[in-house]
């Protein structure tokens, strides 16, 4: 696949389709962007260009650890300068959970690049605001404090990324187990500071202040709960909303593959809400 040095880091990217309207879609959780593949190729075949990237400490990308401030915010800007770099704005912009902020996080920053927003199970209530802290950073500022850089190495998030680019193996292994801790904790502070929000991460006056079309497709589990998509149609002026009919499912996470019977109802819906906007 190809890269892009994006403000000094390796972006790995991949383009689906010629021609069109350009859509960039952000998986969640801190995965690479295989699992939206199928979805973008579908998308591709009704006439639009889909950008697919792994965002920095993702999939193949190269890793970069400063928490200057939410990881969100950063892969925003990064997304913005990918897309510069291709000639691709303004997109519709959109992903799932994590995704979803992004794309949030985008639209909030980069209104001018951002044609509408496409946003599928958003996160929010009590029950991610206790659990996503310690799965993104918690567990791994813990197993530097124990183990250093090669616990943090054999856990299996960091083990992805250096099984996906081998060179952050280095990366990770030069520094110092309580620099690490510093950022992460940093992270996690951050994270926690928004975590209460109806749409985590985005307080509700700056969900009121986007003014591009949106749309939401709601989740169906604990993470990702139907009222969290709902709230986000409340709280976004103007934007639409499509319930898939998926009843809650009382587990942490419905994987987002699992999702697969539902795609073409997703394409025809985000594509035709595209070509109205």
């Known amino acids: 696949m190809p890269t892009a040095s994006v403000r000094g880091l390796a972006i790995n990217y991949e383009i689906f389709g010629g021609e069109g309207p350009w859509v960039a879609l952000i998986t969640g959780g801190r995965r690479g962007y295989q699992e939206f593949i199928p979805l973008a190729a579908r998308i591709a075949d009704r006439g639009f260009r889909v950008l697919l990237h792994d965002r920095r400490n993702t999939g193949a990308s190269e890793i970069a650890l400063k928490a200057d401030e939410v990881e969100e915010a950063t892969w925003a800007d990064d997304l913005q300068e990918l897309l510069e770099q291709l000639d691709a704005v303004p997109a519709f912009i959109g992903g799932s959970s ?61 083990r992805e990324r250096i099984e996906s680019n081998p060179a952050n193996l280095e990366k990770l292994m030069a520094m110092d187990p309580a620099d690490f801790m510093a950022i992460l904790g940093r992270w996690k502070a951050l994270f926690e500071e928004g975590a209460h929000h109806p749409v985590m991460g985005v307080p509700d006056e700056q969900l009121g202040s986007l003014r591009m079309p949106a749309i939401v497709i709601p989740g169906n589990d604990n993470t990702h709960s139907a009222a969290s998509g709902r709230a986000a149609h409340e709280l976004i002026p103007g934007s639409e909303i499509h319930d898939l009919g998926l009843a809650d499912e009382d587990v942490d996470l419905v994987p987002y593959p699992d999702w697969a019977p539902h795609e073409p109802e997703i394409v025809e819906v985000l594509t035709g809400f595209m070509l109205r906007n």
């Open 98 to 158: 994590s995704g979803a902020r992004t794309a949030i996080m985008f639209g909030l920053r980069h209104p001018g690049s951002t044609r509408a927003l496409l946003l599928l199970r958003v996160t929010g209530g009590a029950f991610p605001a206790g659990r996503l802290p310690e799965k993104y950073y918690g567990q791994f500022i813990t197993a530097a404090k124990e183990g250093g850089m090669e616990a943090v190495c054999r856990t299996d998030d960091w």
